[in-house]
C-alpha cells in the first residue's frame, strides 16, 4: 500500500485546532503512541530511507515497514503493517535477527475528520508539534494536500519531510 | 521461553496412536499447519541454527524464532513467539527486509494430552510420519522425554533432532 501523507511543523497548534474546528473538522481520536524503531543488521536505514517499526496504541500493537520515500514533496512511501500480538516478543524477535532498537518515538496524536482528509495533530516528545494529513483513496496529488494544508493556515514553508525518528536523533545530536 | 521436546520418526503411525488410546491419551485437537521458512539476510540460519517461520493454523498467524539447539538430544531450543493479525503483510514485511522465503512445510497434526505430556502425531508433506513430545513446566529432563517415547514403543534410534525443514530441504536434495 502506498502512504500519501504530508507533515508541516507547527509553532501553534491551537491556531490549527481552531481553524480545523471552523472547517467543521470532527475530533475521532485521541491516544498517546509509541514507536520502537530498528536498525537493520547488514542495511544502513538512513542511507536506504526505510524504516522498521514496532507501534503500540493502548494495548494494541502493530509491526510496519516504510519503504523509501518516493515523492519530492510529500512523505509518499511504500507501508506494509500487520498487527501484532504481543509487541515485547515481536521486539525481541527483532533482536535476536540482529536489529537494533535506534529510539523510540513517543507522542500524543488527535486524530480528525475533514470530509476526505485525515488530519492528526502531533506533539512528539522531544521533537515537537506537528500537523498530518492524509486523503482517502489514490486518485490525488501530493499538491493537493498541500493546498489543504495552505486552507489550514500552514504554509508551504513548514513542510518537513523529515521521519520523527530523524528529527528526534538530530534533536538529540544537538543539530 | 525454553521449548523443551523431542521428536521422533514413525514407520506405523497407526501402531503409535493404539498406544495413546491405551494409556489413556485424549485427542485435543487436529489441525493443517503451514510454516514458511525464511533465510537471513546476513546469516547462514543453517550454520547458526536458528530458524524464522511464519505459521498458519486455519486462518490465524504466528511468527516465531528459534534459537540453536542447547541440548544434545531433544530439540530444546529459545522459542520467541507472537500472534501477527496478517501473516501475507508480515512475510511481504520479512521480504522487504532481505528475509528470502526458503522453504513452505506442510502438516496434519494431531494433538493429544497424556498426563503431563503433549503428544503430536504429525504428517508432515514430503518428509513423514512424525511424534513429538512436549511436557510442560520446567523442571525434568531430557532422558524423561526418552522414556516417555519408549512406553509409547517409540525406541532410542527413532529419534530425530533436524527439524522438518532441514528434512524437506535433504529430501529434495535427494539425500
Avoid: N, W
Avoid at 475528520?113 to 501530493?142: A, C, I, N, W
Wanted: glycine fraction near 10%; hydrophobic fraction near 35%.
Amino acid at each position: 500500500m502506498l502512504e500519501i501523507e504530508i507533515k508541516a511543523k507547527m509553532d501553534r497548534p491551537e491556531a490549527l485546532r481552531e481553524a480545523i474546528r471552523q472547517m467543521g473538522g470532527l475530533l475521532r481520536g485521541k491516544e498517546d503512541q509509541e514507536d520502537r524503531y530498528f536498525c537493520h543488521p547488514s542495511r544502513d536505514f538512513s542511507e536506504t530511507d526505510e524504516a522498521l517499526r514496532i507501534r503500540r496504541v493502548g494495548r494494541a500493537f502493530s509491526l510496519t515497514y516504510k519503504g523509501p520515500k518516493i515523492d519530492p514533496v510529500t512523505k509518499t512511501r511504500e507501508e506494509i503493517e500487520t498487527p501484532v500480538g504481543d509487541g515485547a516478543e515481536a521486539g525481541r524477535i527483532l533482536e535476536r535477527l540482529g536489529f537494533q532498537e535506534r529510539a523510540t518515538v513517543l507522542k500524543e496524536r488527535e486524530r480528525y475528520r475533514l470530509g476526505e482528509f485525515h488530519v492528526m495533530v502531533d506533539r512528539v516528545e522531544k521533537v515537537g508539534d506537528f500537523v498530518e494529513v492524509e486523503k482517502e483513496g489514490s486518485s490525488y496529488t501530493p499538491e493537493e494536500l498541500v493546498e489543504f494544508l495552505a486552507s489550514l493556515g500552514v504554509g508551504r514553508g513548514a513542510i518537513e519531510r523529515r521521519s520523527y525518528l530523524e528529527l528526534l536523533l538530530e534533536a538529540r545530536e544537538g543539530r
